[in-house]
C-alpha cells in the first residue's frame, strides 16, 4: 500500500519563474494539504484540497495555487517565484475526517536562485 | 496566527536514558499530534491525543494531551540511537479543522551511543 507519493524530489528554479510540485495521496484518503517547511523551522500550513476544491487556506499569497484532480490526486503551483520561497514543500493526505491524523510525503525540495 | 512554543530546541542524551520534551500554546487547542522527522523524509505521525487529560503510549512512547487543552508533552524512555531526529508538536486550534495543523519549532534529538 503506497504512502503520500511526491514529485519531483528535487528541484532548482530562477527568481521570476513558476513551479508545479505534484501529490499522490495515500490509497483510500480523498483530501490533500500543502505545507512550506522552510529550514529549521515547522511545517506551515498553505491550503486543504478535498473534491476538487479548494477548502481552508493559510496565510499565503495568490502566487500559490492548487489543483485537485478526479482522482484525489494534487498539484502545487507557485508563481512569480522569489528567493525566499526556497522551502522543502511537503503534501499530506488523509480522510476527510477530523480524527484522522495527516499522513506525510517526503516532500519536494524546491531552490530558488 | 497562532503559535506553539515546544521546548527544548535541542537535547544530547546518552543512549538508555528517557527523554522529555513538551509544547505550549496561548489557546486552546482540539487536538495535540506529535511527528518525527528524519533527514529527507517527512514527518511521520508518533501518537494523536483527541481528549483533553489524555494520555497515550506507542512503544517507548508517552504523550498526553493537557488538561487545560493548551500543552502536550511527549517521553521516550530507555532512548535508543534510532530515536535520532526532530520531533514536532501540532496541532488544531479550535477554529481549525483537521487538515490545519499549527506546527511548534521543532526538538533536534541527539542520542550518543
Known amino acids: 500500500d503506497a504512502g503520500v507519493t511526491q514529485s519531483p524530489t528535487h528541484l532548482i528554479k530562477t527568481r521570476g519563474q513558476q513551479v508545479t510540485l505534484r501529490c499522490s495521496p495515500k490509497?483510500?484518503?480523498?483530501?490533500v494539504s500543502w505545507y512550506q517547511q522552510a529550514l529549521g523551522q515547522g511545517p506551515q500550513f498553505i491550503f486543504q484540497?478535498?473534491?476538487?476544491?479548494?477548502?481552508q487556506r493559510g496565510n499565503f499569497p495568490d502566487r500559490f495555487s492548487g489543483h485537485q484532480f478526479p482522482n484525489y490526486s494534487s498539484e502545487l503551483n507557485v508563481n512569480a517565484l522569489l528567493l525566499g520561497d526556497s522551502a522543502l514543500y511537503l503534501c499530506?493526505?488523509?480522510?476527510?475526517?477530523?480524527?484522522?491524523?495527516?499522513?506525510f510525503g517526503n516532500g519536494t525540495r524546491l531552490t530558488v536562485t | 496566527g497562532q503559535q506553539l512554543n515546544q521546548s527544548p530546541q535541542s537535547m544530547f542524551i546518552q543512549e538508555g536514558e528517557d527523554v522529555s520534551m513538551n509544547c505550549t500554546s496561548s489557546s486552546i487547542f482540539n487536538t495535540w499530534l506529535w511527528y518525527k522527522q528524519d533527514p529527507g523524509e517527512g514527518p511521520v505521525l508518533l501518537i494523536a491525543?483527541?481528549?483533553?487529560?489524555e494520555l497515550t503510549s506507542n512503544g517507548r512512547l508517552t504523550a498526553q494531551f493537557g488538561i487545560t487543552r493548551k500543552d502536550s508533552f511527549l517521553n521516550i524512555s530507555a532512548s535508543i540511537p534510532s530515536d535520532v531526529g526532530i520531533y514536532f508538536c501540532a496541532g488544531n486550534p479550535q477554529e481549525t479543522s483537521g487538515s490545519r495543523l499549527t506546527f511548534g519549532e521543532g526538538t533536534q534529538l541527539t542520542v550518543n551511543p
Open positions: 490509497s483510500g484518503h480523498d483530501t
Open positions: 499530506a493526505s488523509s480522510p476527510l475526517d477530523r480524527y484522522s491524523p495527516l499522513h
Open positions: 484540497y478535498y473534491e476538487e476544491e479548494e477548502r
Open positions: 491525543l483527541y481528549k483533553a487529560g
